[in-house]
């Protein structure tokens, strides 16, 4: 080309939870049978639509509006529900006009990041859901900024550094949370919330809250919306029916607005994510006509209630059982449907491998893993994969240097998730053991029996 066409971001956008599927299909045609947990899709892993709430859809599948473009915010109806809800519950009050939809979450998230002044950053968390971070990374043509979650605190962020490295670095913008948390399946509670508002007011910064998985929370477990701790700082919520119907093939999910009226240069800013709505038309018109008719059905709460305990129990059976791994940090997940387990730091080598009968497969994954820079989580995720079929994604590809891997809670059958959990557990046991067992050497460090801090708050 004449001239360089490559945005210089472009490097910037990397997925390893889909990736990751190039390996699994070429796995597949050489005959292993693979179990998927890496993609948060409840339906693709079995989840059962209720009969009711796919009769709401069929109805309105049957009205001829249900197939014609919607206002570019979205439908007035579904906003004016929308607003209502959020506005019982006190906090911030918004109005119809607050809140635009979009083509799912993914789309807000780019459409947030990309909008922004190239040298103006969002710190995100670290790990962190990679759409954000490659996201903001993309649009500043730059490695993401990042504050640390703990795994020493149950993924809580860690308030100190958050402080500081917003502190000394005046390009940031504004402050991203996601709660409840993918990857890490942690919840905030109140008192967090409160202080990353007061460090947003203190230093003139607005904040960005995913809560998409807002209401899928348990262990008694209690968060709040971003809505009810913000006071008059701007900020911007986002809202999706992907994960909570779930529907994730609905394309659908929505931004509120908040305080856009106090700073001037924040209502430009929503302004302008409005405005390139406005060019595109609108989004998927039938998943907006379907929000409220679902979300009031006199069913909803307890087939809400149901899911939630499910991954509750799901949640724990992993813990009590990954939680007895030498070499591993284990946290209990408390909401959405995630749980990251991290290696101890030095347990991981790269000459760690685990058995893998299938010659083929053996050739494939030694090739992959050849790469003398790959990331030992990533060694070790593939080597799981060629030995068991059991497909997770590795903790670094969720921008961190932490080393671990993420899981879900989605397999709903009980008796094949304790399998796969003890199949895995045995992996990583002889995993971690394995250069050793030749060698007699441990990765720098030999696995030691971890203990869970004691919960505060
Ligand atoms: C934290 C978070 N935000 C946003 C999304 C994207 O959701 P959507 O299906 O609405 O694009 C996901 C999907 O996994 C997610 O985990």
Known sequence: MRTDIVHMGAGKLTYEIRN?????????????????????????????????????????????????????????????YLAANRNRNGGVHISPGDIVFFN???????????????????????????????????????????????????????????????QYNPSVAGILIINPDNPTGAVYPEETLREIVAIARELDLFLIADEIYQNLVYNGQ?????????????????????????????????????????????????????????????????PQRAIPHILQHPEYAEYLGQRCRRYESFSNLAYRKLSDVPGLMVNRTDGAFYMSVAFEPGVLSLDQTLPVPNREARKLVEELTADPEMQPDKRFVYYLLASTGICVVPLSSFNTPLQGFRMTLLEPDEE???????????????????????????GSRAPSRWRFPPRTG
């Open 416 to 442: 094949e998730f304790s399998r796969v959990l003890d199949e895995l557990l045995h992996s990583i046991r002889l995993y971690l053991g394995s250069a050793a067992a030749r060698t007699g050497r441990f």
């Open 20 to 80: 990751i599927i190039r390996v699994v299909e070429k796995l597949q045609q050489l005959g292993i049978k693979v179990h998927l947990e890496n993609i948060g899709d409840p339906v693709a892993k079995g989840e059962k639509i209720p009969h009711w709430m796919k009769r709401i859809v069929a109805d309105l599948a049957m009205q001829d509006c249900s197939y014609g473009y919607c206002h570019t915010q979205g439908i007035l109806e579904t906003r004016e």
């Open 104 to 166: 799912g979450l993914g789309e807000a998230i780019t459409k947030i990041y990309g909008l922004l002044r190239s040298t103006a950053r969002i710190i995100t968390p670290s790990p962190t859901y990679t759409t954000h971070s490659s996201s903001e990374a993309a649009h500043a043509g730059q490695p993401p900024v990042t504050y640390p979650l703990d795994p020493l605190n149950h993924w809580r962020p860690d308030l100190r550094e958050l402080r500081r490295r917003v």
């Open 222 to 286: 209690k968060t709040l919306p971003l809505a009810d701790v913000l006071g008059d700082v701007p900020g911007l919520a986002m809202k999706g029916i992907s994960k909570e119907l779930p529907w994730p093939g609905s394309r659908c999910g929505w931004v509120e607005i908040y305080n856009a009226d106090k700073d001037p240069d924040f209502l430009r800013y929503v302004q302008s994510i409005i405005n390139a709505k406005m060019i595109e038309v609108c989004s998927t018109t039938l």
